[in-house]
């Protein structure tokens, strides 16, 4: 099975975490047993502490905050195991969301080049 990262994206909100309703983090909760329903499988899930947390690095330039602004922020990450792109696409669609979308790429696999 071929492997996909669910980017998650939503708008942020003063109150971060807390002003998820709590249906839509009970549905976060029910979200492994779900996919696996339909054939795919989570291998790991990340939320993302808000934007303001963030430190951005280009070039030589090191800065406070994201380097983009944008409405919507990259929230949380998971990565799925799915029998192709289209199957992937299915079960992104199972990711509760309140105000934004997700996006689905596929990984490149490549063996980590250990240094001494």
Do not use: C
């Not at 289209?86 to 969301?97: F, G, K, Q, S, Y």
């Not at 996006?103 to 490549?110: D, K, Q």
């Amino acid at each position: 099975m071929a492997q996909y990262a669910v980017l998650i994206f939503e708008r942020e909100t003063p109150g971060g975490v807390a002003d998820i309703p709590p249906e839509v983090m009970e549905a976060h909760g029910r979200l492994p047993e779900r996919i696996a329903e339909q054939g795919g499988r989570i291998i790991a899930g990340m939320a993302l502490e808000p934007t303001e947390t963030a430190t951005a690095i280009r070039d030589d330039l090191v800065t406070d905050g994201p380097f983009i602004e944008t409405k919507e922020a990259l929230a949380g990450v998971f990565v799925i195991e799915a029998r192709d792109l289209d199957h992937a696409l299915a079960l992104a669609r199972l990711t509760p969301i309140v105000n934004g979308g997700v996006e689905v790429r596929p990984l490149l696999g490549f063996e980590v080049m250990e240094t001494s």
